[in-house]
């Protein structure tokens, strides 16, 4: 026992002999480190390699003491602030850094802005007119119907003239968006009401209109420019006959002088152009390009514009939303009555079934 005591006795001291030794090493490495990142001028000139690992490392050192301190000392106070610090994230910055694009009117997020009041200026590639096939053909949707409730012609005229920046329906079967359109040949008293559905629902459409239209409603073409909605062109004169039987420069002007009207006038460019009668051949639907037009047909149209013969408010409405299916390019007459009736209606119906409406670019 006596001896065991002994030994205890010298121990102790020992371990403060080594212990010692290794707190003086330590406080005189935080020493270096510290004289490092405060001298880091001075230490650049006389050692850049050696300064540069110690500033580093002092650097990390502080800054996680620094953040440390500061995280025990300012803790988030509720856990809402929580989520406001979790959200901030790069990908949230990246994302709200991002300028908007024509690109993203495609987004469904995106419905119904407007990149600008005074229309949009097309550049497109030109396309060769020479040997292009000048048979009228007779634009209408047909019955056939794939899985997504798309008519299969206007798929097939896509697919065939899409390349002419022409558009039968928007390819969009993972997107259930609704294109309105309005045609606007001759004003029947239903315009205005038209509108103040579309503003109580929210809803932006193309209104093609021709150049006598414009001409005798300015008030009413003021109207759907103020308001946020697409005006396009419908020609001059409507030919019944269609552009296709017009010469090239006859169908050049029933284009350019609608546009150039629309222009002075209402300071707007128009870049989307309806045919009338939807009659259009290969070479015409190519020398719109040229123009810098889009062509917008439709995949869906119904016989509306019978003044003197109005089809039924509620079967025209079951039609409507029969019909209704992805990428969906409506053409209704805006002297209609009937569609006066049922184009709230429509609206509403079509929203309860997913669909979103987006103005036509």
């Excluded at 009659?279 to 719109?288: D, N, P, V």
Aim: hydrophobic share 30%; proline share 5%; net charge negative.
């Amino acid at each position: 026992m006596h001896k065991k005591r002994r030994r205890r006795k010298n121990y102790r001291p020992r371990i403060i002999a080594y212990v010692i030794p290794l707190l003086c090493v330590f406080l005189a490495g935080i020493g270096v480190v510290r004289a490092f990142t405060s001298n880091d001028s001075k230490s650049k000139q006389e050692s850049p390699g050696l300064q540069a690992a110690f500033s580093e490392f002092g650097r990390s050192v502080l800054d996680a003491a620094s953040s440390k301190d500061n995280s025990d000392k300012n803790p988030p106070d509720t856990e809402a602030d929580k989520d406001t610090v979790d959200s901030k994230t790069p990908d949230a910055e990246e994302d709200s850094a991002k300028e908007f694009t024509l690109a993203d009117l495609d987004n469904p997020q995106g419905f119904d802005e407007r990149p600008t009041e005074n229309g949009i200026v097309l550049a497109n590639e030109q396309i060769d007119l020479n040997g292009l096939d000048t048979t009228c053909l007779d634009w209408g949707q047909g019955g056939d119907l794939d899985e997504y409730n798309r008519p299969a012609g206007c798929m097939q005229y896509q697919e065939k003239y899409g390349k002419y920046n022409a558009y039968f329906i928007k390819d969009e079967p993972e997107k259930k968006v609704i294109y309105l359109t309005m045609d606007e040949g001759y004003e029947y008293g239903c315009s205005s009401r038209i509108m103040d559905t579309l503003k109580e629902k929210d809803v932006h459409v193309v209104f093609f209109v021709t150049k006598p239209y414009a001409e005798q409603n300015p008030d009413l073409v003021q109207r759907m420019i103020d308001e946020g909605h697409e005006v396009g062109n419908h020609s001059v004169t409507h030919p019944a006959a269609g552009l296709p039987s017009q010469d090239i420069e006859t169908q050049t002007y029933e284009i350019n002088e609608n546009h150039r009207y629309i222009k002075e006038q209402f300071g707007y460019d128009m870049h989307l152009f309806r045919y009338p009668a939807g009659k259009f051949s290969q070479q015409s639907i190519a020398l719109i390009n040229n123009l810098n037009y889009k062509s917008v047909f439709w995949s869906f149209a119904y016989l509306d514009y019978d003044v003197e013969n109005q089809p039924d408010p509620a079967e025209s409405l079951q039609k409507a939303i029969s019909k209704l299916h992805p990428g969906a390019i409506y053409l209704l007459h805006a002297e209609s009555e009937t569609n006066t009736q049922i184009l709230g209606d429509f609206i509403d119906q079509a929203r309860a079934q997913g669909y979103e409406f987006k103005v036509f670019q």
